[in-house]
């Protein structure tokens, strides 16, 4: 395990629902991270938060909106999805600014946008 | 753009042997490189990490090269086992607290 869960970990959902991810960090960190992973394709950062502030939105259209409420939690509010939005959603942590960007994965959860 | 690229999208190996996996990035900032192991239906797994200012680095089976000469990572993995089958991926730190992921290299051990 890496300290670092998510739920849920798997999800389908209907383009007009409202759903939410959870990730949970148990590693003191202090920047938290979201990640698509799609088939074929790199990993893409989407959303980085230190210090519960968010300092990087990777151009991610709005119908994903992120919360970070202190440093060891974050969300990822879903809403109006398309399908092409399916996909693995990576969360990961790292000790923050400073030191060095060793970034800790959740499991991830598989979204399927039906 | 910089990027972070893998030379071979398939690698297969037999039990047993050393597995060699390849990493080219293009940004001569980068000071800090991981590798991770991603198994089907786990995120990245941390494997090893280097710094810029060394050019190899080894841990248990696994051994990090770094040639800054070339922009070259490639990771070892000594006596390969069935457990060792998954998707490698490296990553640079170029800018703050982001990583550059390359597109991953799947390792298929063969008993």
């Known amino acids: 395990e890496t300290g670092v869960t998510q739920t849920p970990r798997h999800l389908v959902m209907g383009m007009t629902n409202k759903k939410s991810l959870k990730c949970e960090q148990h590693?003191?960190?202090?920047?938290m991270y979201w990640y698509k992973q799609s088939a074929k394709k790199p990993l893409e950062l989407m959303f980085v938060y230190n210090f519960k502030e968010q300092t990087e939105n990777n151009s991610v259209p709005s119908r994903f909106s992120p919360e970070c409420p202190n440093s060891s939690h974050l969300f990822l509010h879903l809403h109006t999805l398309q399908p092409e939005d399916s996909a693995l959603y990576l969360c990961?942590?790292?000790?923050?600014?400073?030191?060095?960007?060793?970034?800790?994965f959740g499991p991830g959860t598989r979204l399927t946008v039906l | 753009g910089e990027s972070v690229g893998l030379h071979l999208p398939t690698l297969s190996v037999q039990e047993g042997d050393n597995s060699i996996i390849n990493c080219a990035y293009s940004n001569s900032a980068s000071d800090y490189f991981i590798w991770y192991k991603q198994e089907s239906g786990k995120g990245p797994q941390f494997i090893i990490d280097?710094?810029?200012?060394?050019d190899k680095r080894q841990g248990q089976r696994v051994t990090v090269l770094l040639n800054k000469t070339v922009k070259h990572l490639s990771l070892q993995i000594a006596a390969t086992q069935p457990g060792d089958s998954a998707v490698y991926f490296c990553a640079e730190n170029n800018a703050g607290n982001m990583l550059t992921f390359g597109g991953g290299t799947r390792l298929m051990v063969k008993p």
């Open positions: 990961a942590s790292s000790p923050g600014q400073g030191g060095l960007n060793e970034q800790f």
């Open positions: 590693l003191g960190h202090n920047a």
């Open positions: 280097i710094r810029s200012n060394m």
